[in-house]
T-cell receptor
Framework: AQTVTQSQPEMSVQEAETVTLSCTYDTSESNYYLFWYKQPPSRQMILVIRQEAYKQQNATENRFSVNFQKAAKSFSLKISDSQLGDTAMYFCAFSYGGSQGNLIFGKGTKLSVKP | KAGVTQTPRYLIKTRGQQVTLSCSPISGHRSVSWYQQTPGQGLQFLFEYFSETQRNKGNFPGRFSGRQFSNSRSEMNVSTLELGDSALYLC??????????????FGPGTRLTVL
């Protein structure tokens, strides 16, 4: 069975600083996909970044980047130049080809960006 | 493109009643997945519909059911409501490719409170 673990229930960071959120996963699948989703207090779940396991290059989206370590089954999210609007719950999620619409989520990390 | 929409946004029911929630996917998306989000259990997959057929199902009792219409809109139904069914119910849509795990895009959710 696939599992996703986020070991940091809460984190805080000062505005303009950099923060890294951790995520580890367990799977025997070879063709899989990893995601970070953000859920602000308004509750709308928003895709932050996506990584295909077959790609060695780490995904980047503006201030958001990942450190994907396939052998270690680690998928951390780095947020650079943190902004107040980054305050949210961040969920790491896993899916694999053929999983038919089933995203497996971690428990989430509550990130607070302080002015 | 319009995003995923869910109606109603908030719902209050009493134990024993039944409820129907609705989800309209992004135009062109054929897959709709449903998730239950609670503080204790986190995000859990309920089921996924693709082309009017349930393609995958999570570990929930038979009181939870769903369907999908020819225009890809989906409904989920919960019968004989229990207090533990109080949750945020999220709907997500994607293209539905069976091989590549499409990114899922989430709606704002329906907050169900069971009294």
């Amino acid at each position: 069975a696939q599992t996703v673990t986020q070991s940091q229930p809460e984190m805080s960071v000062q505005e303009a600083e950099t923060v890294t959120l951790s995520c580890t996963y367990d799977t025997s699948e070879s063709n899989y996909y990893l995601f970070w989703y953000k859920q602000p207090p308004s509750r709308q779940m928003i895709l932050v970044i996506r990584q295909e396991a077959y790609k060695q290059q780490n995904a980047t989206e503006n201030r958001f980047s990942v450190n994907f370590q396939k052998a270690a089954k680690s998928f951390s999210l780095k947020i650079s130049d943190s902004q107040l609007g980054d305050t949210a719950m961040y969920f790491c999620a896993f899916s694999y080809g053929g999983s038919q619409g089933n995203l497996i989520f971690g428990k989430g990390t509550k990130l607070s960006v302080k002015p | 493109k319009a995003g995923v929409t869910q109606t109603p946004r908030y719902l209050i029911k009493t134990r024993g009643q039944q409820v129907t929630l609705s989800c309209s996917p992004i135009s062109g998306h054929r897959s709709v997945s449903w998730y239950q989000q609670t503080p204790g259990q986190g995000l859990q997959f309920l089921f996924e519909y693709f082309s009017e057929t349930q393609r995958n199902k999570g570990n929930f009792p038979g009181r939870f059911s769903g369907r999908q219409f020819s225009n890809s809109r989906s409904e989920m139904n919960v019968s004989t409501l229990e207090l533990g069914d109080s949750a945020l119910y999220l709907c997500a849509s994607s293209g539905g490719d069976r091989v590549v795990a499409d990114t899922q895009y989430f709606g704002p959710g329906t907050r169900l409170t069971v009294l």
